[in-house]
């Protein structure tokens, strides 16, 4: 069983930048995929962004160029860094690990943590 705490979010403003970290335990991370998923008010939880075990980087066309994931195997956490946040960034942010990347990436993960909340204001 793999547990996932976020950490990380706050309140930002528009064009500001924020990292979240996802700690990782119970299971061996390095044989898991990683990835972040939000949800926003109203809407359906979304795709952000993945890491695959060997490292390849997966992401949606909202975020590209603005997000980058990454990964500590040594830590066992799995980062988001946001920068040029923008309003419409506003969400809960969710951690999930699978060892299928194409269900962290329609969001049928098996394991997802609490959740941090991102508030950009304009």
């Known amino acids: 069983q793999v547990q996932l705490v976020e950490s990380g979010g706050g309140l930002v403003q528009a064009g500001g930048s924020l990292r979240l970290s996802c700690a990782a335990s119970?299971?061996?991370?390095?044989?898991?995929?990683m990835g972040w998923l939000r949800q926003a008010p109203g809407k359906e939880r979304e795709f952000v962004a993945a890491?695959?075990?060997?490292?390849?980087?997966y992401y949606a066309d909202s975020v590209k160029g603005r997000f980058t994931i990454s990964r500590d195997n040594a830590k066992n956490t799995v980062y988001l860094r946001m920068s040029s946040l923008k309003p419409e960034d506003t969400a809960v942010y969710y951690c999930?690990?699978?060892?299928?990347?194409?269900?962290?990436?329609?969001?049928?993960?098996?394991?997802w943590g609490q959740g941090t909340q991102v508030t950009v204001s304009s």
């Open positions: 890491i695959g075990v060997s490292g390849s980087t």
């Open positions: 999930s690990a699978d060892q299928g990347i194409s269900k962290l990436r329609l969001g049928s993960s098996a394991y």
């Open positions: 119970g299971g061996i991370f390095s044989l898991y995929n």
